[in-house]
């Protein structure tokens, strides 16, 4: 769970940070994500490197899928006669929301790479011009589609907060002063994240970039 978490987080630092180059303009954006295509080149072919990483990401997002899975059924086996008088659990809404977090965002996911990707669902979807669809994505009018964002990254941020949480006290840490620390950097980085994020679309919405 740990593992495949970093690595999508990972994924999410470099996704967030390039998105961000939609603040240099037209140019500049597509330029990146031209690059990103050619990552690799000349040493491998073609589009080589990116499917590479994007079998990475498979790769995480299933195995992330099959450890939930697993520690779920795991819980269940290891009390299989339910409590009679079960006491309500005081978690965190972040720790009560993980499996729905999941798949709220796993449908986001699905519903991005056809709009931002394949340029299925993207009023403009030409895969050469990324930064013309992301534009016409986030255009007051679809203000419905900034509204699904917001509400998906949200959902990243809740799920980020808990599982850095979990991780850090999986790989080893267990104070309760390292826990509280641990609670604390979880909570800033998943406030920056979701912040790096939001911060297209609603520079979108409100004309800032155009
Ligand atoms: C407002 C926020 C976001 C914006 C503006 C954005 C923008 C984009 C763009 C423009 C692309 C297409 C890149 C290209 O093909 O040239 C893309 C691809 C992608 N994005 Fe996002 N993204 C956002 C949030 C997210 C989030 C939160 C996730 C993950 C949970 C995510 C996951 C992906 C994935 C998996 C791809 C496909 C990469 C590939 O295989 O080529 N994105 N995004």
């Known amino acids: ?42 040493l491998l072919p073609g589009v080589w490197a990116l499917w ?9 997002v299933v195995g992330h899928i099959w450890a939930a899975t697993t520690l779920a059924l795991r819980a269940r086996a290891a009390r299989p006669v339910q409590y009679a008088h ?16 999941g798949v709220i965002i796993l449908l986001f996911v699905i519903y991005h790479i056809l709009d931002l990707t394949t340029g299925t669902l993207n009023p403009v979807g030409d895969p050469t011009r990324p930064y013309a669809n992301v534009v016409a994505d986030f255009a007051p009018e679809r203000w419905y589609v900034t509204l699904f964002y917001t509400l998906a ?36 980085f998943s406030v920056a994240l979701c ?10 919405l409100t004309g800032l970039v155009s």
């Open 1 to 42: 769970m740990a593992v495949t978490g970093i690595m999508l987080v990972l994924f999410l630092i470099a996704h967030m940070l390039g998105n961000l180059k939609v603040f240099t303009g037209a140019t500049s954006f597509n330029h990146y994500a031209e690059w990103l295509r050619e990552l690799g080149a000349p």
């Open 52 to 60: 590479m990483l994007r079998i990475g990401l498979v790769v995480a």
């Open 86 to 101: 079960r006491k309500k659990v005081q978690g965190s809404y972040a720790a009560r929301t993980m499996r729905w977090g």
């Open 153 to 188: 990254i949200v959902s990243i941020g809740f799920h980020l907060r808990h599982g850095i949480f979990s991780a850090v006290r999986s790989l080893g840490q267990q104070t309760p002063r390292g826990e509280r620390r641990a609670k604390n950097v979880a909570l800033v």
């Open 195 to 204: 912040a790096g994020y939001l911060v297209v679309p609603f520079a979108v």
